[in-house]
């Protein structure tokens, strides 16, 4: 499927594109916070827990950071995925036929991005953004709602500060339907479909130190990976 995105820039609408993916940026006055526990969270008991998708929510957060230090790496993962292009339908065998926006340019035109990105440092793992992700993905979920609002009108900045405060900014990305942790961060990083390439952009973005990721069933679209960010925080 597609993703969703949440820009660390300033304030925009929630938009959502055809591709599944949704962008939206937040930025504030600074709070001047304390860096947030970089302890790694288990997540799997509580009213946060991920339950049956825990795996593929800490496995996402290894790929991400794997993308981050190491962008080349991923460039023959890429190159692998074009022989199956047929136009602009992806067909992998043994699995469904993605009909794609942009066909295999979008994947070569990733592929020369990752050829001259530099490595960054991995995010750490925050509780409160996880437990932000997962209060959305629980939302939406069920719902089969795609969109960085919830459906009580809150905003990521919204859910954020319930766990915790946040110093320069904060972003989000969605990806639907992918229930592999590569897969999903393969799709935000290329980003089929998307003006801007928002969602690559909230992956490399050199500013942010810490994440969280929430997973859920998704009613229309299997799951939804909420992945949430943030230059800085503190846990409450």
Known sequence: MGACIS???????????????????????????KHASSEQHDYKTGPHALG???????????????LRKDPKSFIPKLEAKLPHFKGKNYAPP??????????????????????????????????????????????????????????????TANRVKKYGKWDGGIGENIEYGNDVAEEVI????????????????ILFNPHSKYTGIGVQDHKKYKLCCIIDYAYDFTEA
């Open 52 to 66: 049956p998708h825990h795996a593929l929510a800490i496995e996402a957060a290894k790929v991400q950071n794997q």
């Open 186 to 201: 393969l799709s935000l990083l290329v980003d089929d479909g998307v003006e801007g390439r928002g969602h690559r952009k």
């Open 94 to 155: 043994g699995k469904i036929t993605l009909i794609t926006k942009e066909g295999p340019a979008a994947i070569k035109e990733a592929i020369e991005f990752l050829k001259k990105q530099q490595p960054l440092p991995e995010l750490q793992l925050s509780e409160g953004l996880q437990k932000a992700a997962q209060d959305h993905a629980n939302d939406i979920g069920p719902k089969g709602l795609c969109s960085h609002s919830g459906s009580d009108g809150s905003s």
């Open 7 to 33: 820009k660390q820039k300033a304030i925009k609408p929630n938009q959502v594109t055809d591709t599944g993916k949704d962008t939206e940026t937040q930025n504030e006055q600074p709070n001047y916070a």
